[in-house]
RNA sequence: GCGCCUGUAGCUCAGUUGGAUAGAGCAUUAGCUUCCGAAGCUAAAGGUCAGAAGUUCAAAUCUUCUCAGGCGCUCCA
């Protein structure tokens, strides 16, 4: 309907100013509780000054001059607006259209579609995920999943940094805690349940290898070095089994877990470095390799170790290969980083507007009014699974996705496990499953036929008008990958229907099945909105 | 000190590439059950869009500065 709008005002500006520009015409849905129409355009405003004429008066030629009128009414409004009302015969339409079209979402579709890497979560494998990790996964998932309705290809990949110090840390910490006469940096060191979990598991390998009572010995000597890399392999399996359980528990699955120590058995990470050698854009500095930045960046230490920075940039390198575009999900806490990885891949001659860093706020869990901690370090968390346990799967989803991704977010348990309507989930989801009681007891409505006529209550009007939004929505939401629009407006979707439904009685001695065809496709949105942010859409509760 | 994000009702937040008189929910107050699920609905009240200047016919939205909060400025990860 916009777009036929927008047709009819461009053709009118050829015909009267020759005027054949389509970024000019803005055709917009009206907001303004003060005005009934339902789309505007300021186009008569915007072409004033060059045309040197007042607006209401380019407002009227074009309006006399608009060629489909009959499905919609014009009138036009100080200083300039040409407002637009669709026809109400022609609005009710959309309910058929709803209930009749296969794939709600097609329009999203893109017309060169690519290959994107989604790379997200990549928590250091050092403990289980937390609920800090949560915000990341979730909308790394759905991002994903959004490049996927547009058409595009996506690898879901986790980056596991299993190669750097704190891997190390890990081990001593569960070394430290079999045999507590070992002495080592306790504030390196990580804390919790799971290190006493991992401890017993490795315990049992040493016995194996008759090692258990001689740690310091295998810690000191070099001829345990075997033995040593097989207790980090299963110190590191065990921490990223348990994180694919959590994610699993989130329906989360990833295409590929890609390991960073691979990047050295391969010697990727040499080559970039001889690369950025050969381009003349390092420099040695008391003993350490350095990258030149914005300013230096240390890519080996003076002690021979290598920085993250030096892998994450065989890493980028690689995939940039790969991928016509990539997308890395981090913490706003790693924004200092981006630079930095930016200044390195353009140096390697790479394209960086191929890689999108998109950088999600810190969420804060509360409980009424006490924060959730969330440090890895001190062990004292709350670990992912437990808030899926408590809260669910959907609440997890909803309360994650609401927010924009700039934005803090504070989200409190007690909201998300209350079965009323304080909790925006459990109020969506009730209105799904209220209509589908409804439609439960008119298994054959479809055999009346839907007329247009019948609808037009304000409140009718009013939830086709929301019903002929959701194209435009989704379309918003899913290309500018905002999953905080879809949740917003079926929000609003469920608002309005528990009101008609509350207000206006459906199944009565004589029914009007046009309401019925209302409601159903009501319903279909509803569960199209839900779905696409993989939240269930109860037909019961 | 420098950089990134944020500042809209008491609280949590929407607000479309700049458009008309600023939008919800919670909390508060006052109401609504012989009737499809009250797991709900209706209404009232609540605003210097942090502040100032600028650009524009038009600014919550763009620019600059100031103030406040969060985060980052390691040969940490």
């Known amino acids: 309907m916009k777009d036929s709008i927008k047709k009819d005002i461009a053709e009118a500006l050829i015909k009267l100013f020759n005027i054949n520009d389509n970024n000019l ?25 060059p045309l040197k004429k007042n607006p209401i008066q380019i407002a009227e030629e074009i309006t006399k001059n608009l060629k489909a009128k009959n499905n919609y009414i014009v009138d036009i409004a100080k200083p300039g607006y040409i407002n637009f009302s669709i026809k109400i015969l022609q609005k009710n339409n959309i309910v058929t259209e709803i209930l009749n079209t296969n794939n709600l979402l097609a329009g999203c579709d893109v017309k060169k579609p690519k290959k994107f890497l989604v790379e997200f979560v ?45 891997i190390n840390n890990l081990v001593l910490s569960v070394f430290s805690h079999l045999d507590k006469s070992l002495k080592f940096d306790e504030s390196e060191l990580y804390k919790g349940k799971y290190i006493e979990e991992i401890s017993k598991n490795i315990s049992l390998l040493l016995e ?46 990833f295409d590929n877990w890609f390991y960073e120590s691979t990047l050295f058995e391969d010697n990727l990470v040499d080559e970039i470095i001889q ?43 690689q995939k940039m290969k790969l991928y016509d575009h990539i997308i890395n999900v981090w913490g706003a806490d790693h924004h200092g980083y981006v630079p930095r990885i930016n200044s390195g891949l353009k140096a390697l001659g790479h394209d ?23 440090s890895t370090r001190k062990g004292e968390f709350v670990k992912l699974d437990t808030l899926a346990d408590e809260i669910g799967v959907d609440a997890i989803n909803y309360f994650y996705l609401t927010k924009n991704k ?18 925006p989930v459990y109020y969506i989801q009730y209105a799904h499953a209220r209509i589908e009681k409804i439609l439960n007891q008119l298994p054959e409505y479809n055999k009346n036929s839907f007329n247009p006529n019948d609808l037009k209550e304000t409140s009718e009007i009013e939830l086709i008008t929301l019903l002929m939004d959701f194209k435009d929505m989704s379309y918003k939401s ?19 229907f528990h009101s008609y439904y509350t207000n206006v009685k459906i199944i009565e001695e004589r029914i009007i099945y046009s309401r019925v065809y209302l409601i159903a496709a009501i319903q279909r949105v509803i569960r199209c909105g839900l779905e696409t942010l993989n939240i269930n859409a109860p037909t019961e509760m």
Do not use: W
């Open 406 to 423: 700039d934005q803090h977010l504070d989200f409190d348990l007690d909201i998300a496990i209350s079965t009323n309507k304080n909790n």
């Open 122 to 166: 990549s928590a250091n494998p050092t403990g289980p995920l937390h609920v800090g990790h949560g915000r990341g996964a979730v909308y790394g998932n759905i991002i994903s999943k959004f490049l996927k309705i547009q058409g595009h290809t996506v690898v879901k990949e986790y980056y596991v940094n299993n190669f750097g110090n704190q």
């Open 25 to 49: 015409i803005e055709v917009n849905k009206n907001v303004n509780k003060h005005v009934s129409s339902d789309y505007y355009t300021n186009v008569a405003m915007r072409l004033a000054k």
């Open 352 to 374: 960086i507007n191929k890689l999108d860093i998109h950088l999600i706020q810190f969420a804060n869990l509360y409980r009424g009014k006490d924060k959730i901690s969330m």
């Open 208 to 253: 194996q290898e008759n090692l258990r009572n001689n740690l310091g010995d295998l810690l000191k000597d070099n001829k345990h070095r075997k033995i040593l890399d097989r207790c980090k392999t299963a110190i590191i399996k065990h921490v990223i089994d348990d994180i694919k359980n959590t994610l699993n528990k989130l329906d989360i699955e």
């Open 275 to 317: 690369k950025l050698k050969d381009s003349k854009q390092t420099q040695k500095t008391d003993g350490a390799l350095m990258f030149l930045s914005d300013e230096p960046r240390v890519l080996i230490k003076t002690n021979g170790e290598y920085t993250y920075f030096a892998s994450d940039l065989a890493y980028h390198d």
């Open 478 to 496: 899913i290309t500018s990958l905002k999953p905080n629009i879809m949740t917003n407006y079926l929000y609003d979707l469920a608002q309005q």
